[in-house]
C-alpha cells in the first residue's frame, strides 16, 4: 500500500535551516511528480515545492532561492532543504504524489510540524 512517512521537522529560530524528509513505500518515486505541500493555521493547504519525473522542479514564489526540492531513488525518498527560514513557514508539511496541475493524491500522511519562532 502507499504510504509516505514526513520527518525532519522541528523549532528554529528566523533565519535559520532544516531538512525534511519523505520516506515513500509501496511505489517508486522516481515514476511519479513528487511534491512538498505546507498548511498553517488558518490558511488552505498550498503547493511548496515539487519535481516532475524528469527532475524539473517548481517552486512557490515565497520559497524560490530558499528552499531546495531532491529526489534520492535508490531510497526512496524525496527531501526539502530550507534555508533563511521566516515566520511565515511556519505550517505543517506534507508531501505526496502529484498529478497535473501539481494537484495532490487524497491521501496524506502524518505531515511534520515547522515552527519558526525567536
Known amino acids: 500500500q502507499v504510504q509516505l512517512v514526513e520527518s525532519g521537522g522541528g523549532l528554529v529560530q528566523p533565519g535559520g535551516s532544516l531538512t525534511l524528509s519523505c520516506a515513500a513505500s509501496?511505489?517508486?518515486?522516481?515514476?511519479?511528480?513528487m511534491a512538498w505541500y505546507r498548511q498553517a493555521p488558518g490558511k488552505e493547504r498550498e503547493l511548496v515545492a515539487g519535481i516532475t519525473t524528469d527532475g524539473i522542479k517548481k517552486y512557490a514564489d515565497s520559497v524560490k532561492g530558499r528552499f531546495t526540492i531532491s529526489r534520492d531513488s535508490p531510497k526512496n525518498t524525496v527531501s526539502l532543504q530550507m534555508s533563511s527560514l521566516n515566520l511565515e513557514d511556519t505550517a505543517v508539511y506534507y508531501c505526496n504524489v502529484a498529478n497535473a496541475n501539481w494537484k495532490p493524491l487524497d491521501s496524506w500522511g502524518r505531515g511534520t510540524q515547522v515552527t519558526v519562532s525567536s
Open positions: 509501496g511505489f517508486s518515486i522516481s515514476i511519479n511528480s
